[in-house]
């Protein structure tokens, strides 16, 4: 069992930037794709951006491409999101997910992932 915890939500400007933090318990052997996800009200879960967290294989959707990174730092079991020029549509309740590597091609897919945090909230005001 993998625990996900995620961390740094808060309000900004729109414009201004945020960084989320997910830290898992323990190296999810088999898991080792951790995804971002964010849903706002009355929306979908939509994928934000994946990392291979053995490797450095990154994905994003093209509502983030170029204002969101990626990063991890496998000391501290962590995978960090840098949200840059954040826009009043980027508000939403953020989740990290970890499932398998296999599922990579399905990175933006709710159903490809196992574990799951219990969110953060990022709210831009415009």
């Known amino acids: 069992q993998v625990q996900l915890v995620e961390s740094g939500g808060g309000s900004v400007e729109a414009g201004g930037s945020l960084t989320l933090s997910c830290r898992y318990s323990?190296?999810?052997?088999?898991?080792?794709?951790v995804g971002w996800f964010r849903q706002a009200p009355g929306k979908e879960r939509e994928a934000v951006a994946a990392?291979?967290?053995?490797?450095?294989?990154?994905f994003y959707s093209d509502s983030v491409r170029f204002r969101f990174i990626l990063y991890q730092d496998k000391s501290k079991n962590t995978v960090f999101l840098v949200m840059n020029r954040l826009k009043f549509e980027d508000s939403a309740v953020y989740y990290c997910?970890?499932?398998?590597?296999?599922?990579?091609?399905?990175?933006?897919?709710?159903?490809?992932?196992?574990?799951w945090g219990q969110g953060t909230q990022v709210t831009v005001s415009s």
């Open positions: 997910a970890a499932g398998p590597w296999e599922e990579r091609r399905n990175w933006d897919q709710v159903r490809a992932y196992k574990y």
């Open positions: 323990s190296y999810p052997y088999g898991n080792s794709l």
């Open positions: 990392v291979y967290i053995s490797g450095a294989s990154t």
